[in-house]
T-cell receptor, first 117, second 113 residues
Framework: GAVVSQHPSRVICKSGTSVKIECRSL??????MFWYRQFPKQSLMLMAT?????????EQGVEKDKFLINHASLTLSTLTVTSAHPEDSSFYICSARAGGGYNSPLHFGNGTRLTVT | GENVEQHPSTLSVQEGDSAVIKCTYS??????FPWYKQELGKGPQLIIDIRSNVGEKKDQRIAVTLNKTAKHFSLHITETQPEDSAVYFCAARSSSGNTPLVFGKGTRLSVIA
């Protein structure tokens, strides 16, 4: 089945530094990937839609200069949290749609637990 | 935009009993309804999905029903097992363009052995 790999699974960084999270579709090509944020015991909040070869589309309230998204190939999207602060600590999850159609199933990575100290 | 409501937020059942989780959606144009299972510290895993041209779909112990008129859909798990314990999310997606999934708030299912 479709596999989405996310790396790293956990990262701890100091306040003010930047962290890059990678999301790869291992056995399929993904022109679109989605980045979500999840707070403890809450639902998934869509942050942005990552489009291969073009700029990401950010949801309202998400700072595009803080959460940099790059989707340089059909199998890789990266999310960089710049100048991280403790309030950025969260569980970040990427997803990709297997298959070209809009109604293709969406598969998720295993998430990245970011802790900013 | 789409709004998805999910109930209950927590559910405890005895092993072997059935569990039912219900969701409603607001956008009548939505045509795709997946269910995800999320275990602690992991990403959501797609367990079953249903499209608007189908009223019911079953996969072993899991079934999903869809009532388009009432705009609600439900997940049914029969013969529950302790490994079914997890958080379950319903979601809906509009048919208009490359729109993202909208998720419910999740249901924490506990299966008691």
């Amino acid at each position: 089945g479709a596999v989405v790999s996310q790396h790293p699974s956990r990262v701890i960084c100091k306040s003010g530094t930047s962290v890059k999270i990678e999301c790869r579709s291992l056995d399929f090509q993904a022109t679109t990937m989605f980045w979500y944020r999840q707070f403890p015991k809450q639902s998934l909040m869509l942050m942005a839609t990552s489009n291969e070869g073009s700029k990401a589309t950010y949801e309202q309230g998400v700072e595009k200069d803080k959460f940099l998204i790059n989707h340089a190939s059909l199998t890789l999207s990266t999310l960089t949290v710049t100048s991280a602060h403790p309030e950025d600590s969260s569980f970040y999850i990427c997803s990709a749609r297997a298959g070209g159609g809009y109604n293709s199933p969406l598969h998720f990575g295993n998430g990245t637990r970011l802790t900013v100290t | 935009g789409e709004n998805v409501e999910q109930h209950p937020s927590t559910l405890s059942v005895q092993e072997g009993d059935s569990a039912v989780i219900k969701c409603t959606y607001s956008d009548s144009a939505s045509n795709y309804f997946p269910w995800y299972k999320q275990e602690l510290g992991k990403g959501p895993q797609l367990i079953i999905d249903i499209r608007s041209n189908v009223g019911e779909k079953k996969d072993q112990r899991i079934a999903v029903t869809l009532n388009k008129t009432a705009k609600h859909f439900s997940l049914h798990i029969t013969e529950t097992q302790p490994e079914d314990s997890a958080v379950y999310f319903c979601a809906a997606r509009s048919s208009s363009g490359n729109t993202p999934l909208v998720f419910g708030k999740g249901t924490r299912l506990s299966v008691i052995a």
